[in-house]
Nanobody, 123 residues
Framework: QVQLVESGGGLVQAGGSLRLSCVVS????????MGWFRQAPGKAREFVAI????????YCADSVKGRFTISRDNAKNTLYLQMNSLKPEDTAVYYC????????????????WGQGTQVTVSS
């Protein structure tokens, strides 16, 4: 069974940084396109960033472009999201997702999800 476990969330002041990690087990990590999505209370889940199987290509949402960087280490079965210059509007539960065939900004197209990690940015 494929499992994804996020970590690295927490409370940070506006302008600060956090690095999220997602460790994947039970599957072949290098066969998955990976993505980060986030969801604030009362809001829809939204796309943050995606990365191809090999890490050769990435794409970020306009709201985080220039501030967030998605990366992966296939040798460690780990996905990362480096978040800099954090804003209060970045406050959300952040989820990592694995897709067998999809490199997509649409969360329903992913096959596996983690439980999420809370990121809170104070103003």
């Amino acid at each position: 069974q494929v499992q994804l476990v996020e970590s690295g969330g927490g409370l940070v002041q506006a302008g600060g940084s956090l690095r999220l990690s997602c460790v994947v087990s039970g599957g072949t990590f290098s066969s998955y396109a990976m993505g980060w999505f986030r969801q604030a209370p009362g809001k829809a889940r939204e796309f943050v960033a995606i990365i191809r199987r090999s890490g050769s290509s990435t794409y970020c949402a306009d709201s985080v472009k220039g501030r967030f960087t998605i990366s992966r280490d296939n040798a460690k079965n780990t996905l990362y999201l480096q978040m800099n210059s954090l804003k209060p509007e970045d406050t959300a539960v952040y989820y990592c997702a694995a897709g067998v065939k999809s490199y997509s900004t649409l969360w329903p197209e992913y096959d596996y999800w983690g439980q999420g990690t809370q990121v809170t940015v104070s103003s």
